[in-house]
């Protein structure tokens, strides 16, 4: 039995949105946010379909919200079901378009039907971010077989999944579409999360490699690498690592961590048209990080003013204070 896709829009309906989940409620007494700043023309992606995965929070949020912003109806996938519909009922009552539908990616029929039942409602899907993932902190000697399958799957081949049957099911039949990968910093290895590291690193090769075997169907395939981004991601860490973040801008050249709008720009901008000629690319988002040595000073200042497009982030407690 194909699922069905549950929605929550603004329009003919005129129903209201469903009441945001903890952690995304606005203060007593503050008026409704103004739509996302994006930079972006308001029309850019009209009448089109955006799937994302990891929607339901982070940065899958924010990319969500400045998608429909921009006039997407953006599809939310996720495995918590209440954070898939806080996200879509926000996108309805800024007033944009959204639906969404709880899914394990890793799940290779559940994705394929899934993708057919979103196929059936929507018709062609223009664009996929694959934004989904999911990792924890250990040495390599610690990480146990199935820890490390478990990674892998989610932050690879959960992520191929979704890429081939969007491609097969939508994309290559009705003549075109953008896909955008998210990925990580992890170019000089990334030690206490190597199964991460191999997995991110394999998703940038399956990048490359879709690019070229996808694009006489007119598909574009590209990555985002996203460094140090002050995103609700980072409240999930405990212990040493969570005692890290705080200074983890003294290791950026421009001695600040990016913000979830700053990485969205840089996946809409290779979801728009303005990007047609470019495939196989992975694109940076992290303040030069890579790049910082011991042969070089770091310099801490506050020159780099970060963008904020998004109405409806929040600072992540650990750099709060809290």
């Known amino acids: 039995m194909t699922p069905a896709i549950n929605s929550v829009s603004i329009g003919a309906s005129g129903r209201r949105p469903r009441a ?3 952690g995304h409620e606005r203060p007593h007494g503050v008026d409704p946010p103004m739509r996302y700043r994006s930079i972006f023309r308001p029309d850019l992606f009209a009448n089109q379909t955006h799937l994302v995965t990891g929607g339901g929070s982070g940065i899958g949020r924010c990319i969500a919200h400045e998608l429909a912003a921009l006039g997407a109806h953006v599809v939310l996938l996720g495995r918590k079901e209440p954070r898939l519909a806080a996200v879509a009922a926000e996108i309805a009552e800024d007033g944009g378009s ?3 539908h709880p899914l394990d990616i890793r799940d290779e029929e559940r994705v394929r039907a899934v993708v057919e039942a979103i196929v059936r409602e929507r ?3 223009h664009g996929l971010v694959n934004n989904a993932g999911g990792q924890f902190p250990a040495p390599l000697q610690a990480i146990s077989q199935k820890g490390f399958e478990t990674v892998v799957r989610t932050n690879l081949v959960g992520g191929f999944l979704m890429s081939r049957e969007v491609f097969s099911q939508s994309m290559q039949p009705r003549g075109g579409g953008a896909i955008v990968n998210i990925v990580a910093d992890m170019w000089f290895g990334m030690p206490g999360m190597g199964h991460s590291g191999a997995a991110r690193a394999g998703m940038v ?6 690019a070229l075997e996808w694009a006489p169907a007119g598909v574009r395939v590209n990555a985002v690498a996203p460094g140090w981004i002050a995103s609700s991601g980072l409240d999930t860490y405990e ?4 005692a890290m973040i705080p200074r983890l801008r003294a290791a950026v050249p421009l001695s600040r961590l990016g ?3 700053e990485v969205s720009a840089a996946v809409l901008f290779l979801l728009s048209e303005a990007a047609a000629f470019i495939s196989g690319a992975t694109l940076r988002v992290d303040g030069a990080a890579p790049h910082a040595t011991p042969l070089w000073p770091m310099h801490e200042h506050d020159r780099s003013r970060p963008y904020q497009g998004f109405h409806r ?9 809290e």
């Open 259 to 261: 913000t979830e709008s």
């Open 20 to 22: 945001l989940s903890p």
């Open 313 to 321: 982030a929040v600072l992540p407690k650990v750099l709060s204070g």
């Open 205 to 210: 090769n399956f990048t490359e490699t879709a």
């Open 123 to 125: 018709g062609a899907l």
């Open 98 to 100: 959204a639906s969404y």
């Open 239 to 242: 212990g040493p690592v969570k």
